[in-house]
C-alpha cells in the first residue's frame, strides 16, 4: 500500500497562490523540522520540561521573559484570555467557564474579525465576555479609555490583514492606555512576520502561529509576561485539555522558530521577488486583466500580483476565474478576499517554480477560455453570496461521500 495520502485516499493536488492558508495546510513544513518531529514521534519526553524548554526558546527569539507552545493560534488566544481570568490559581482554572471576578475583555470593533471562526468566540470559549471598542471603522482613545473605566481583566489587540485598517489606535498608543490601567494586552499576530515589537511596547503576551511563515506544524508561539506564561500554560489541566499541543506540535514550533533565526531571509525575498517578477511578465497584455506589484498590507517582507479584471473587456468576474482556477486538477488556490473588488493576489511565498509558471500558464488558458466561450460574467456577486452557505454545508463525511 503506498504511503501518499494523494493516491491512497484520492485527494485533490492543490497547488498554493494563497499564502499560507489553514483550509487548504497552511505552509510547507521544512525538511529540518520534520527531522525533529519525526525524531520525537517515536520516544517519550517530559512534556512540563519540553514545554519548558520551549520557553527558553521563545524568549530568546523574541525578547520576551517566557513562552509556551499552544496547538493553535486561536487556542492561544482562548489560553492567554483564560490566564487573565484566573492567574495561576488551580482552583479558577478548573472552574473555567466559570469565571470569579471580573470577565471583561476588550476588542477594538474593527478587529473583531473571522479567521475562519469568529474572533470573539475564541475569547468567549474562556468564559470571558468581549467587549467591543470604538465602532465598525474607527477607534479612538476616548472609546478605549471609556471602556477600560468599566474595568477589563485583559485587553485584546490583533495585527492582521483581516482588520480595518485606517482609523484604528496604533499599537503603542493602545498598549500604553491600557497599561496605565494595569490592563494586560494580548497581541494577536497570528500571520505576521515581526517577532518582537509588540513585547518591546510592553504588551503581556503576544501569538504568532507556527504553521504560517515560520512553515513549521499546527502549532501557536507565546510569549510574554513570566506570570502570564505560567498561567497560560497551566490551562492544560483545564479547557486547555481540550486543544492540547502534543509533544510533534511543540518539537514543531521549536524547531521551526530555531530554524527561522538563522534562515537566510534576503535570499528567500530574492526569489519570492524573481517570481513576482515572473508573473508581471507571463501576465502582461492580456484584454481586460490589469498586473500591479503590491506590498503587503501590514508591512509583511512580501510583494504580490494584483490581478485586477475589468469584467466588461476580460468577459468574466474576478471571482469566476477564482472559481475556475480552484476546479483544475491541480487546483489552484489564488487569494481571494477582495473579489468583490475584481481583485485576485497571487502570494509568491509557497511555490515552487515550476507551480509558479503552471499558474501563469493556467490563468492565461482560463481567461482564453472565457473569451472565445463567451460563458462568463454569467455569475454575480450577489450569486456567490447566497450560494455560499450551502457549499459549505455541503461537507459530507459519509461512506460514499466523493469521490
Ligand atoms: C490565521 C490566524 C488566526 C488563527 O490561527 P491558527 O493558528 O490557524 O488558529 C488567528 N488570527 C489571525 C490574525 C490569523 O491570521
Redesign the pocket.
Known sequence: MTDDPFTRWQLTPVINVSGTM?RIG?SRVRPDVRACVDRILTSFVDMDELQSRAGAVIARVTGAEAGCIAS????A?TQTVAACLTGADLARIEALPCVAGERRVLLPMGHM?N??AP?DQAIRLAGAEVVPVGTAAACETWHLADALAGGAAAAMY???H?TVRENELPMDVFIDLCRDHRVPVIV????EYDLTRPIELGAAAVIH?G??FLSGV?S?IVAGSSDLIRATYLQHRGIGRTMKAGKESVVGAMAALELWEKRDHEAARKTEEARVAFWMRELADMPGVRIASHADWTGNPITRVRITIAPRTAGFHAWELAARLAGRTPSIVVRDDLVERQELYLDPCNLTDTEAALVAAAIREEADRFRTRGDGCRQGWSDVKRSREAAILGWSGNRDADP
Open positions: 489553514t497552511a493553535c493560534s486561536a487556542a488566544m474579525v479567521y475562519g474572533i490583533v495585527v492582521s483581516h494577536d499576530m497570528a500571520a502561529s504553521h504560517k499546527t501557536a
